[in-house]
């Protein structure tokens, strides 16, 4: 199902920013089990798979720090957490992780499909995972041939929700903002796009669709197959 909160033209946007979790990859089990090995490391329980999963969205030390429960956690504690997370994570981060049914038909046809210039249309992603394992996930399952950018959260010095890294990919790229449009599963990224500007697309088949409760999106999706569908059709 599609759903229209904000009327725009799909046919005018040159330049697609992805999130990566939840968005383009099921990622889900790897995080959890890498979260749940940190925890066990500094003597901590594990937590069930669905608490974890929506604490994933705001980069790797957030994530573990609400593992840890959260502010009142002392520093050199969440640090120890975060380093053994992210070994861990970096040896099994595709152990499980798979690209959900259907993403690569809807890039396929977001690419290909006319974005008013007769040009194909760019796309990037823009994740809060860390840059080096985003990379190798993108590419090892090969998604590496639809971007032409990926940026990770500690690509700059802000995360998502701050716009930076979108402004970036604006500059790289020569589009303005009304001509771009980011997707993402959670409110985080529907703010990215709000803060920079651009056009916002949430799929509720991530990790986070209560969030998107929040702040509403231009456009809801429920699948990859509608996302491929917003900009394949004229009317929907």
Do not use: C
């Amino acid at each position: 199902m599609i759903r229209t909160l904000r009327a725009f033209d799909p046919h005018s946007i040159k330049l697609m920013i992805f999130d990566l979790d939840g968005t383009l990859i099921d990622s889900r089990l790897d995080l959890v089990h890498s979260v749940n090995a940190a925890l066990r490391h500094i003597g901590r329980p594990a937590l069930p798979d669905d608490v974890i999963a929506s604490y994933v969205g705001d980069g790797a030390p957030i994530l573990i720090q609400r593992a840890l429960g959260g502010e009142v956690v002392e520093e050199a504690i969440v640090r120890k957490g975060l380093e053994f997370f992210l070994s861990y994570y970096r040896e099994h981060k595709l152990d499980h992780t798979t690209v959900y049914p259907g993403i690569v038909d809807a890039l396929t046809a977001i690419q290909s499909s006319h974005n008013g210039t007769g040009t194909q249309r760019k796309m990037a992603v823009l994740s809060n995972k860390p840059v080096n394992p985003s990379r190798a996930i993108v590419e090892a399952l090969g998604l590496g041939k639809f971007f032409s950018q990926v940026y990770g959260g500690n690509s700059f010095a802000t995360k998502k929700p701050d716009p930076e890294g979108a402004r970036k990919l604006l500059a790289e790229y020569g589009v303005q903002p009304e001509h771009a449009a980011i997707v993402g599963d959670s409110q985080v990224d529907i703010l990215t796009g709000r803060n920079a500007g651009m056009h916002t697309i949430g799929v509720t088949y991530g990790f986070a669709p209560h969030t998107l409760e929040d702040e509403s999106a231009d456009v809801l999706v429920d699948s990859p197959g509608d996302l491929a569908k917003v900009f394949r059709d004229q009317e929907w």
